[in-house]
């Protein structure tokens, strides 16, 4: 076992960071734990323009490195690991890391985030990583002056063909929908953007290739065409990372909205007492960074004075 902390953060995006700094602002020893890369979904983010005050064009990976500075100065602690299970054990959480060490916290602020919904159609599995993605700005430069599809019509879908259309020519956006679900300000930038296409009513029904991915199956109203692809960046929703508190294994269980994101109170709370949820994992009808940083704010907040609560 090591050190007990008195906050124990899962998940570096922006609601953990937030939370972190909050936390150890407020004197608790706290420690965010990431299994991949400090900054989450914000790490996606061409340009983080509509956060206050901030904008000028810095990316989603800058403002994420700004956190992480500050909340290193206010004195979180980081540990980059894989969190195997929650439990509680003698009045206080437990959590088992993958390589099998424990750590014990007073508190829990819950900040794991979600994950791209996939399509489940044929040929999506067996081409990931071979012309499908998830990550413009992870695999996008693999396919400089390639023609390029985008499935999705949210803030994620318009921001990778941004970042994507700064290496091809040839980019279209599929949107199942008839009209874009995205911020106005980015459809804008997306429709008056020369490189960009957009489809509506356009659905992705099979991906198909040899080696790698090389047409698409799209099915318009009625009828159905294949059409030239050499890659297709799946963005079409989120997925909660909510295997922790829900898993067929989890020991500590709470109550879920209908699409698996977990509800809270509005001090974010879970429903298991001094388990506080902030970010993309939390029910809430409006996803953005600044969002995700008041929830974090606010679920630091709320752990504190649950940790003095315990200690009177």
């Known amino acids: 076992m090591q050190n007990n902390v008195e906050l124990l953060i899962i998940g570096g995006g922006p609601a953990g960071l937030a939370a972190g700094q909050y936390g150890a602002r407020a004197g608790l020893k706290t ?4 299994q991949a890369a400090i900054g989450g ?3 996606t983010i061409d340009a983080l323009e509509n956060y206050p005050a901030y904008g000028h064009e810095r990316s989603g990976a800058d403002f994420a490195e700004d956190m992480r ?6 004195g979180v602690e980081f540990l980059f ?7 509680r054990r003698d009045g206080l959480f437990e959590a088992v890391f993958e390589g099998g060490d424990r750590i014990a916290a007073q508190a829990i602020v819950l900040a794991t985030g979600a994950g791209r919904r996939r399509l489940g159609i ?5 081409f990931m990583g071979r012309g499908v993605s998830f990550c413009a700005s992870c695999d996008g430069p693999f396919f400089k002056n390639k023609k390029i599809f985008v499935v999705g019509g949210g803030d994620a879908a318009c921001d990778e063909a941004r970042i994507l259309a700064r290496l091809s020519e040839d980019v279209t956006i599929l949107v199942r929908g008839v009209e874009f679900k995205a911020q106005k300000a980015l459809v804008r930038r997306v429709l008056s953007d020369g490189r960009i296409r957009t489809r509506f009513s ?5 991906i198909r290739g040899a080696e790698k991915v090389a047409s698409l199956v799209l099915e318009e109203g009625q009828g159905r065409s294949e059409e030239a692809a050499d890659a297709v960046f799946v963005l079409a929703g989120l997925v909660p990372a909510a295997a922790l508190v829900s898993g067929a294994g989890a020991e500590l269980r709470v109550k879920l909205d209908a699409a698996g994101f977990v509800v809270t109170d509005q001090r974010m709370e879970s429903s298991v007492e001094g388990l506080f949820v902030a970010g993309d994992v939390r029910s809430t009808s409006f996803r953005q960074v600044v969002i995700a940083c008041g929830e974090g704010a606010v679920a630091a907040h709320s752990a504190g004075e649950y940790v003095r609560g315990r200690a009177q």
């Open 69 to 74: 500075v500050q909340a290193l100065d206010f």
């Open 202 to 206: 356009t659905r992705v029904v099979e």
């Open 81 to 87: 690991e894989s969190v195997r299970s929650l439990g």
């Open 41 to 43: 979904q914000a790490l």
């Open 31 to 34: 420690l965010v734990v990431e």
């Open 122 to 126: 044929p040929g999506e599995e067996a």
